[in-house]
């Protein structure tokens, strides 16, 4: 089979996936999943004014604290192109999932088989979770699409080892890092595993990797500068820091996903105090839980989010949201100190899990219709899709390509650390999920080898 007719299968294959999870989407795309809406206003605001705000009619500039302008500015271009559409923006993703999946073929290609690399790459195509994030307008896909394109970049650089092929490595990292925050130290996990996947070259590596870092930051500098000048403070996000996903955290570990959300609906929608005691105890006797640490968290999750609901003028709710983080924090870390040992050990487990096994590829308004037995069916999938991998790691590692072994399982680390020890989400680890797909179907193919060699083993012992 030709490389351009494996390009053109994978590129249709995933295609007619994408189309069909934009189909399944789009009754919820104007009614779930609403930090939809604020990126799309974002990158609205930058297509119409230039200026990154949320509020273009403010008569003084009002920054924006919250998110950082990656995926706003993509969003800005495909509006300039094509004028602001959902459809638009789905189709667009549906583009860079095609991209995503011929770059796991190619990087699999690079360290395999040709079979096992288009393998690789049409059961990447195949895989739910990447097409239902790309119908949304959420980071999920853009910045799996990032991630996969800087791995790709980074390994060229490994392997060629000119100051061009780094330099342009540390500026794809910049945009991950632009678009998702929680990816501004990747670069240096990379470069560690960069140098210690190999001993004959670590100088020349440890010097590439310098140019690959300084080209980071380069990139970042105006992004500094702007929450500098308008913040006043050197920060990557303003109101976007540690301070709520360490307090959401908190409760992941002390309270059911579906109980959580529950309490978080009913303390949206019950502002008196003494009626939302009553219908917490309620849920707390049909549930069979204890009801004071209920209580707790939706009077918590009430009393902060007033902190920057209250105020009406927009810079000072701006400024709200900032203090409002740090209020975050702070009862965070608050909570955590109730059991410091319970905590860190049930992030440690339960935010695992929830961030590699637990993703359910179901449309938000049907997910609750679910049974028990469907979700954990989904969920051991992939635990096999993890063992594989882990698996896979091993056979690259063995068959010569340390670099990449060390690289994906940089990644796997890095993801691993930012999120397990703060919040998990299954769709935080979906930028590392084509890796993991490229893994697996490595370690599916030295099986299958290993199968075939004792089978033909059997049968030439029997026919002696």
């Known amino acids: 089979m030709s490389r351009r007719f494996s390009r053109l299968l994978i590129v249709s294959v995933s295609s007619a996936h994408a189309a069909v999870f934009i189909a399944y989407q789009r009754p919820d795309w104007d009614t779930q ?32 604290a919250l998110r950082t302008p990656g995926y706003p500015a993509f969003l800005a271009a495909l509006d300039v192109a094509f004028g602001q559409s959902h459809l638009v923006i789905a189709l667009a993703q549906a583009v ?26 049409l059961l990447t195509a195949l895989y739910p979770p990447l097409p239902y994030f790309g119908a949304l307008a959420l980071t999920e896909l853009f910045t799996t699409f990032l991630v996969t394109a800087s791995m790709a970049l980074w390994l060229r650089a490994l392997r060629r080892g000119s100051v061009g092929s780094f330099t342009i490595s540390g500026l794809a990292l910049a945009s991950v890092a632009l678009t998702r925050p929680a990816f501004l130290y990747l670069p240096l996990f990379l470069l560690v595993a960069g140098v210690l996947a190999t001993r004959e070259d670590r100088p020349r590596r440890r010097r590439g990797g310098l140019v690959m870092l300084a080209a980071f930051v380069a990139a970042l500098l105006p992004w500094l500068a702007y929450n500098a000048v308008y913040f006043r403070t050197l920060t990557f996000t303003p109101a976007g820091g540690v301070g709520r996903v360490l307090f959401e955290g908190t409760w992941q570990a002390e309270l059911p996903g579906r109980i959580e959300a ?90 695992t899990l929830i961030l590699w096994v637990a993703e359910i590829p179901v449309r938000y308004s049907d997910i609750n219709r679910l049974s028990p037995l469907a979700i954990r069916a989904i969920w051991l999938l992939q635990v096999a899709l993890m063992v594989l991998a882990a698996w896979g790691s091993v056979v690259l590692a063995r068959n010569g390509a340390r670099s990449e072994a060390f690289a994906i399982a940089a990644l796997v680390v890095y993801v691993t650390a930012v999120h397990t020890l703060l919040y998990a989400e299954a769709r935080y680890a979906l930028p590392a999920k084509p890796l993991i797909v490229l893994l697996a179907t490595i370690a599916v193919a030295d099986l299958s080898e290993r199968y075939r060699l004792r089978s033909e083993s059997a049968w030439h012992m029997a026919t002696r």
């Open 96 to 121: 860079l999932f095609a991209i995503i999946c011929l770059l796991v073929c190619a990087m699999g290609r690079a360290v395999t088989s040709e079979r096992t690399a288009l393998s690789a790459g």
């Open 33 to 64: 999943w609403t930090d939809q809406n604020g990126y799309m206003h974002l990158g609205q605001v930058l297509a119409e004014t230039g200026r990154f705000t949320r509020y273009p009619d403010y008569p003084h500039f009002v920054p924006e």
């Open 262 to 351: 529950e309490l978080t609906a009913i303390a949206d929608a019950t502002s008196d105090r003494t009626a939302l005691d009553d219908k917490v105890r309620a849920l707390a006797s049909r549930s069979q839980m204890a009801a004071e640490p209920m209580l707790r968290y939706v009077h918590q999750w009430q009393d902060i989010r007033r902190i920057w609901t209250e105020p009406q003028d927009p810079w000072e709710r701006t400024l709200a949201r900032i203090a409002a983080d740090h209020e975050y924090l702070r009862v965070g870390l608050e909570n955590v100190r109730r059991d410091p040992w319970r905590h860190l050990w049930r992030r440690a487990i339960r935010g």
